[in-house]
């Protein structure tokens, strides 16, 4: 490795090491992988059970609001639910006025084998 390379490594290193975001989402990537290894055998990751939780509990009538709860973009939360309906651990069914968007008239409700995951993690 050249010198320059170097100390251009080192200067990224004493930068990673002083910045508390690089070390904080560096925690939690690794707190987030230890408990996807957990949940492996229920066929769940931890953003997964986080949203059944969510589902289970009713405390969210639409998309929006499950994103809200979650602090998650819709699109990311669209995304979340397409994989567990995949997998039949979460469905929606259209509910609501014909007056709001296509989007938020869809409700969460729960498949049996969802909650069995979810129980089983």
Same mark, same amino acid.
């Given at each position: 490795?050249?010198?320059?390379?170097?100390?251009?490594?080192?200067?990224?290193?004493?930068?990673?090491?002083?910045?508390?975001?690089?070390?904080? &989402?560096?925690?939690?990537?690794?707190?987030?992988?230890?408990?996807?290894?957990?949940?492996?055998?229920?066929?769940?990751?931890?953003?997964?059970?986080?949203?059944?939780?969510?589902?289970?509990?009713?405390?969210?009538?639409?998309?929006?609001?499950?994103?809200?709860?979650?602090?998650?973009? &819709?699109?990311?939360?669209? &995304?979340?639910?397409?994989?567990?309906?995949?997998?039949?651990?979460?469905?929606?069914? @259209?509910?609501?006025? @014909?007056?709001?968007? &296509?989007?938020?008239?869809?409700?969460?409700?729960?498949?049996?084998?969802?909650?069995?995951?979810?129980?089983?993690?």
């Amino acid at each position: 490795m050249s010198e320059k390379a170097v100390r251009t490594l080192a200067r990224y290193q004493e930068v990673v090491r002083a910045c508390a975001v690089m070390n904080f &989402r560096q925690v939690t990537r690794a707190v987030t992988a230890q408990f996807d290894d957990a949940l492996r055998p229920a066929g769940l990751r931890a953003t997964q059970l986080n949203l059944l939780v969510v589902i289970e509990g009713a405390f969210a009538n639409t998309v929006t609001e499950l994103a809200a709860i979650l602090a998650m973009d &819709r699109t990311t939360m669209t &995304r979340n639910l397409k994989l567990l309906r995949a997998r039949a651990a979460a469905s929606l069914s @259209p509910t609501g006025s @014909p007056s709001l968007r &296509r989007d938020e008239r869809r409700r969460q409700s729960r498949y049996h084998s969802g909650r069995k995951r979810k129980r089983a993690s």
